[in-house]
């Protein structure tokens, strides 16, 4: 084999090559070093003090490249920070567990502002939502209030909004959607002991939004609520949701969907496998409540908004733990209830309703304390047109009818289970309807007492001959 040997030449043109690119290396290194350290003493001069924070941090929001990533320590802000989309483009926040944002002021912390303002159909995009302004994401950090009307997050004309591994506390309302926004995704946030509500559909104009796996707790003016503007699409899947209500607030709910003075309405919801709870120091609290409706149409026949799907959740210790009023198209499969200190269900004014195993038991293992003061009542009210299958109800002891119907018709109830109640059931004016399949029985000798009233036009079986009172 033949060995070629480098000239002298060659080897210090390569000896010098070597050290230039070392030079340049080390030159570059202490570059980014220098870069690097005037960001930490920029930060430094804000970082874990008093001073407010805006104006520099709003200067990083604004000249970024795109990713603006804070630092560990606290940032006080005196201010909102606007992510004008339209004018910085493209913007994502990211910091960490270590990160947090003190807001002292009245309003927002962060505001993040779009120019899409119609709906989430491609042709009605401006060109610029996609160049410039899609999915802004605030991600990985804490931001809490020092003023009782410091917000966290505001959006308006957002397209794909994502917010993620966020921790909002002690602030008014944690996240405010106002005006106009699309494609939103909430996720892996939690959501903390805030004066106002968790999540907040403010009046908005907003179609498809997903809520997925928080925590939303101790919020005194509602956990996950949406009151009037024009809202499609709210899918609250897997999330913990509790004790969102005040004993001095006005009622409200875990969930409250409030569709009352609105031209559009709240509907299209899913609420899937959630474990909805607490308190019943609220006054008249509930884990889901929807008050269908809307503004009458201009000839004055009612608007009644559903299509509402409540599906796999666990749902206790609040005063209602589901309440419907005015509501059409509501779906309720699957679903654990327990301590309703005043219903466990009420239906008030609602038509086609579906209903299919349910479970309504009093569980001994909650037999202890105030637990058991709760009344666990049923109650269908001026509702038509509805389909109650497989309700499965337990232990409700106390003057009231375990389950009530009254001032009903065309309603078809089939396989519902009322057992060990000392009033199981009292119908009261219905007519037109169907009750078949049920199972009515009492270990007790005070039990199975049943009252019907006023009825016409029914088919009832055989669970009905036992003794009636006031038929």
């Known amino acids: 084999m033949k060995i070629e ?10 000896l010098v090559t070597v050290r230039v690119l070392s030079v340049m290396y080390l030159m570059w ?12 003493t920029n930060w430094g001069k804000y970082l874990n003090t008093d001073l407010d924070a805006s104006h520099y941090l709003q200067t990083i929001v604004d000249e970024s490249a795109g990713l603006v990533e804070l630092p560990a320590g606290t940032l006080h802000l005196e201010h909102a920070i606007q992510v004008d989309l339209a004018r910085t483009g493209f913007r994502e926040l990211r910091g960490s567990t270590a990160t947090r944002i003190i807001k002292t002021t009245p309003g927002p912390a962060f505001e993040v502002i779009g120019s899409h303002f119609r709906s989430a159909d491609p042709e009605g995009f401006a060109e610029q939502v996609w160049d410039r302004e899609r999915m802004p994401t605030l991600i990985g950090f804490a931001i809490e209030g020092q003023h009782p009307e410091a917000d966290g997050i ?22 405010r959607l106002v005006n106009n926004n699309r494609n939103l995704l909430i996720d892996a946030c939690h959501i903390y002991e805030n004066g106002g509500c968790g999540i907040f559909y403010d009046n908005v104009n907003l179609h498809q939004s997903n809520i997925v796996g928080c925590h939303i707790s101790y919020c005194q003016q ?26 001095d607030q006005d009622p409200t709910a875990n969930i409250l969907i409030d569709c ?16 909805i709870q607490h308190n019943d120091a609220g006054p008249d609290s509930a884990n889901i409540r929807m008050i269908g409706n809307s503004n009458a149409t201009d000839d004055g026949r009612p608007r009644n908004e559903g299509h509402v799907t409540i599906t ?41 309703i579906v209903m299919a195993a349910n479970n309504f038991d009093r569980n001994p293992r909650y037999d202890y304390g105030h637990a058991r003061d709760s009344r666990n009542l049923i109650s269908v009210k001026d509702c038509e047109d509805c389909t109650l299958a497989g309700l499965h109800v337990s232990a409700i002891s106390g003057e009231n009818a375990a389950v009530e119907f009254s001032d009903c018709k065309r309603l078809n109830v089939s396989g519902l289970t009322i057992l060990d109640c000392q009033f199981a ?3 009261n004016s219905v007519s037109q309807s169907v009750f078949s399949g049920c199972l009515i029985n009492s270990s007790s000798d005070e039990g199975n007492r049943i009252q019907i009233r006023n009825c016409q036009n029914n088919r009832w079986d055989e669970a009905f001959d036992i003794p009636l009172v006031g038929k």
Not at 5 to 14: G, V
């Open 154 to 175: 505001e959006a308006s004309g957002t397209m794909q909004l994502t917010l993620s591994n966020l921790h909002l506390r002690k602030l008014r309302h944690g996240v």
């Open 222 to 247: 509602g956990g996950i609520v949406a009151r009037g503007g024009n809202v499609r699409n709210i899918h609250i899947t897997g999330c913990d949701i509790e004790s969102n209500m005040g004993a």
């Open 5 to 14: 040997q480098m000239t002298p030449m060659a080897n210090f043109t390569q």
């Open 29 to 40: 290194g202490l570059q980014v070093g220098v870069a690097s350290a005037q960001t930490q």
């Open 312 to 352: 796999g959740n666990v749902l206790s210790d609040v005063h209602n733990n589901v309440w419907l009023e005015g509501c059409r198209g509501i779906t309720l499969t699957g679903n654990t209830f327990w301590m309703g200190y005043d219903y466990n269900l009420r239906l008030d004014n609602c038509s086609h």
């Open 260 to 275: 009352r003075r609105s031209d559009y309405g709240i509907a299209e919801v899913a609420i899937t496998g959630c474990t």
């Open 425 to 427: 059931l009292k119908i």
